[in-house]
């Protein structure tokens, strides 16, 4: 029994020292699972700690690239100002040279003698409608009678072309005669107002109911002393104009001759104003026969000296259009009475 108590103890105590054994590998295994559990969390917690890092790292980079995609949109957006500045500064500085050039460019006065007909606002608008292309002008309107017409007035202030109105009565005593010179005390009056006002720049005729191309303008604008031109649908040979060979002039072309030394249509030359200043007698004359080359044959200007702007007399660039009005019994039957309350008693004003 003892024995086998023995054996029992001894087996007991290597079950036990076993158990132990197993107990302290057990406890070893544990400790160092345990160990490698703690090796993983901190493995994992570095992993954890380092994924943070970099998080906090992308972050930042986020962060410095969002700053210097701000920076960059700035930079931008400053260059895009300065750039527009610079644009802004060009355009500006475009307009300043535009403008002087305009201001550089000597100025035309037109002189156009007008008076009350059927055709009269027809005439006058277009050639608003015409004047108003042309740069660095100034219009001198000349009224055959007593009052301004109220329509020609707003017409004029409606164009936006500088303009004087002046009133221009024909004289009584030309009134009713044989050929009377229509047109030519509104003729005197601008020239008078123009040496009165002025000492540079270009004067030049334009009548109502002629019909122009504005490069016309821009030809006899550097005018020096005289220059002429064609000018067509005069008399019946079509064409008023000077005849040139070999870039001279040797005689002229025109339905009406006469005795005339500048056998010219009143819409073919231009006189400088520095040139009518200096020569303070020169003129037209009222008479018919004598007023459309009196002016510049009282310039005392010989033929050589006379330009012709419009190259070599070659091309037309005013025409004697004229307008007819055929209908002008329709227009006064307007006047009736039954018509006072309506627009038409309006329009009849207008139109007389």
């Known amino acids: 029994m003892s024995v086998h108590y023995t054996q029992s103890l001894v087996a007991d105590s ?45 972050k ?48 035309i006065y037109i002189i156009t003698p007008t008076y009350g007909r059927p055709a009269h606002m027809a005439d006058m608008t277009r050639l608003a409608s015409t004047l108003m292309l042309v740069k660095n002008i100034k219009w001198i309107v000349a009224e055959d ?41 509104g003729r005197l009056a ?23 191309d504005i490069r016309i303008f821009e030809e006899m604008r550097w005018t020096h002393g005289v220059s002429m031109w064609p000018v067509g649908l005069v008399t019946a040979l079509g064409v008023s104009t000077p005849i040139l060979q070999d870039g001279k002039w040797i005689d002229w072309y025109d339905g009406w001759i006469a005795k005339r030394k500048y056998a010219v249509d009143m819409a073919g030359f231009a006189v400088s104003v520095k040139l009518l200043n200096e020569v303070s007698t020169a ?35 005013v025409w004697h259009t004229q307008t007819r009005v055929k209908h002008t019994v329709t227009v006064h039957t307007l006047e009736k009475s039954k018509y006072d309350s309506t627009n038409l008693r309006e329009l009849w004003k207008f139109m007389v």
């Not at 930079?75 to 307009?95: A, N, V, Y």
Request: aromatic letters at 6%; a positive charge; hydrophobic letters at 20%.
């Open 145 to 185: 009678g007593d009052n301004y017409n109220p329509f020609i007035k707003d017409l004029l202030e409606h164009s936006g072309i500088p303009f004087v109105y002046v009133l221009a009565k024909m004289p009584v005593k030309y009134r009713a005669t044989n050929n009377e010179p229509r047109g030519v005390a």
């Open 283 to 317: 003129n037209l004359l009222v008479r018919a026969s004598l007023r459309i080359d009196s002016l510049p044959l009282s310039l005392y200007v010989s033929r050589n000296a006379v330009g012709s702007p419009v190259c070599e007399c070659n091309k037309v660039y």
């Open 60 to 107: 930042t980079h986020k962060t410095h690239k969002t700053h210097k995609t701000c920076k960059t949109q700035k930079t931008q957006k400053t260059q895009k100002t300065h750039k527009t500045r610079k644009t802004h500064k060009t355009h500006k500085t475009h307009k300043t040279h535009k403008t002087h050039k305009t201001h550089n460019i000597p100025t």
């Open 190 to 212: 601008g020239l008078q107002w123009v040496r009165e006002h002025y000492a540079e720049g270009v004067v030049y005729f334009a009548d109502d109911d002629n019909s122009y």
């Open 14 to 58: 290597q079950t036990q020292k076993t158990h132990k054994t197993r107990k302290t590998h057990k406890t070893r295994k544990t400790q160092k699972t345990q160990k490698t559990q703690k090796t993983h969390k901190t493995r994992k917690t570095h992993k954890t700690h380092k994924t943070h890092k970099t998080h906090k790292t992308h």
